[in-house]
């Protein structure tokens, strides 16, 4: 099944309906190298965005004020040298920043400089930074088989930094979101459902609170497509995908209103679209240097098998489900 089939016979219209956020790949370079990663992120990766590109998306974030949010990823995007650089000036225009934050790069010296990054959550907190981390699940076993023996016991450490600045706690302003995957070929639970547990058993166990979790499904390409095959249910979890297809979900997919950058200034309609390599097409603007608002709002996306994930069930995009 191709999902543009799926989606005409839905009777859907999936072109863009704004850009309010851009979300921008530092680099590959990342401490962790997690068995789920569509990034194929790692300790020897060297890609990674230099000033020239990161000063462009500032450029751009000035030129287009309808663009509200600024989404920093990576590999661990505060492994990048202009990290803070970026992350100040999108604060100075007054743009809502979100950092894709691993929670280990805080304790991890960095792996090329063996830099300290001890000082990251006061930096987050100093700028108002939204962090959203990634924590397969609240028991040890389940968290070190997807990232890595010992994550599990560090992500609570930094996790506890994070709270006792304020992340995660009522009324401080400083949000702190969770992200779950499966581990496995299986399809996220229901959001609503699992957040209440994670906060029950974080609280409960090791006194930590955040705001939110989203539950975001592992998408069927780069390493977790790898991991798949070798274990020969490619087949199996695509069909599981593609029969779970929400045309509700669809509606709400987040390439109708975000732009991705990657770390070389290309442009992507996704994130996974950007790790696959499949920049925007059918005539639009495609790199930052000729970044223009009004073209890629008219552009045409472009979809693959993978977008069964992000339209199964309730759905799923970088804030989690669609379907609430």
């Not at 274990?231 to 509606?251: C, G, H, Q, R, V």
Request: aromatic residues 10%; glycine residues 8%.
């Amino acid at each position: 099944m191709v999902f543009e089939q799926t989606v005409a016979e839905a009777r859907l219209n999936l072109r863009p309906l704004s850009i309010d956020t851009i979300q921008v790949n530092l680099g590959k370079l990342c401490n962790q190298a997690c068995k789920h990663c569509h990034v194929d992120a790692g300790p020897k990766r060297t890609e990674m965005m230099d000033k020239s590109a990161i000063d462009r998306c500032l450029e751009i974030l000035r030129l287009y004020p309808q663009i509200t949010n600024l989404d920093i990823t990576g590999g661990a995007p505060e492994l990048n040298d202009h990290f803070e650089y970026f992350v100040t000036e999108a604060r100075a225009l007054s743009r809502h920043v979100m950092v894709r934050h691993n929670l280990t790069v805080t304790l991890d010296p960095h792996p090329v400089s063996g830099k300290n990054m001890e000082h990251l959550p006061e930096f987050f907190r100093d700028h108002q930074c939204e962090v959203i981390s990634s924590l397969p699940y609240f028991q040890e076993h389940e968290t070190d088989a997807q990232r890595g023996q010992g994550v599990f016991a560090k992500s609570l450490e930094s996790l506890r930094k994070l709270n006792a600045l304020g992340y995660g706690r009522d009324g401080s302003g400083l949000l702190l979101n969770l992200i779950y995957n499966p581990v496995g070929a299986y399809l996220p639970p229901e959001q609503g459902a699992i957040e209440k547990q994670f906060k029950d058993e974080l609280g409960k166990r090791y006194n930590i609170t955040f705001n939110r979790l989203y539950v975001i499904t592992n998408m069927p390409i780069n390493r977790f497509k790898h991991f798949l095959e070798r274990a020969e249910l490619y087949e199996s979890y695509m069909e599981k995908l593609i029969n779970a297809f929400n045309p509700t979900a669809a509606e709400g997919v987040m390439c109708r209103s975000l732009i991705s950058v990657g770390y070389d200034g290309t442009l992507y309609d996704c994130d996974f679209n950007q790790m696959l390599e499949w920049r925007v097409n059918h005539g639009a603007p495609d790199t930052i240097w000729n970044f223009n608002f009004d073209k890629l709002l008219e552009r045409r996306i472009v979809f693959g098998s993978h977008c069964y994930g992000c339209t199964a069930g309730a759905g799923s995009s970088c804030g989690g489900a669609v379907v609430k």
